[in-house]
């Protein structure tokens, strides 16, 4: 039940950005694309890798909203050990409980976490290597 909270509450979000993403490459490419006579294959991969900072930046926001996620868990899915209890409500349930250097812990683990992973994007959008931040 927490999973499918979560994924609720995120696919619209990466959903949306994608979309418009998408549509708008398309709009710039449609003329093009069709008149080289390609096909639907090369086409989906042009927009996929001509827009894949946008696509990034979707994955990014969706990561963002499922880490930063505490209240929709703790309704939906509960807190249930080793069951439902996912990072962030183990930082407010050991918080809550005065525990405070494991919720200090638990905190730097989650900080580690999202930081790899933006290093990760960053690195797969290339943007170091074409001089543009």
């Known amino acids: 039940a927490m999973i499918v909270a979560q994924v609720i509450i995120i696919t619209p ?5 994608t979309h418009q993403a ?10 093009l694309l069709i008149s080289l006579s390609t096909t ?15 696509l990034l930046t979707a994955a990014l926001a969706g990561f963002g909203r499922a ?26 349930l050991e918080t809550g409980k005065g525990d405070f250097a494991l919720a200090l812990g638990l905190g730097f683990v989650l900080i580690a ?6 290093i990760l994007i960053h690195t797969l959008s290339r943007t170091e290597q074409e001089g543009r931040w």
């Open 13 to 17: 979000l990466i959903a949306s950005i």
């Open 22 to 31: 998408m549509r708008e490459l398309w709009a710039e490419y449609h003329d």
């Open 40 to 54: 639907k294959r090369q086409r989906i991969m042009t927009l996929i890798w001509d827009g894949r900072r946008a």
């Open 67 to 92: 880490i930063g996620e505490v209240g929709a868990i703790m309704i939906v899915g509960g807190n249930i050990d080793h069951a439902t209890r996912v990072l962030t409500t183990a930082i407010a």
């Open 113 to 118: 976490l999202a930081l790899a992973v933006n």
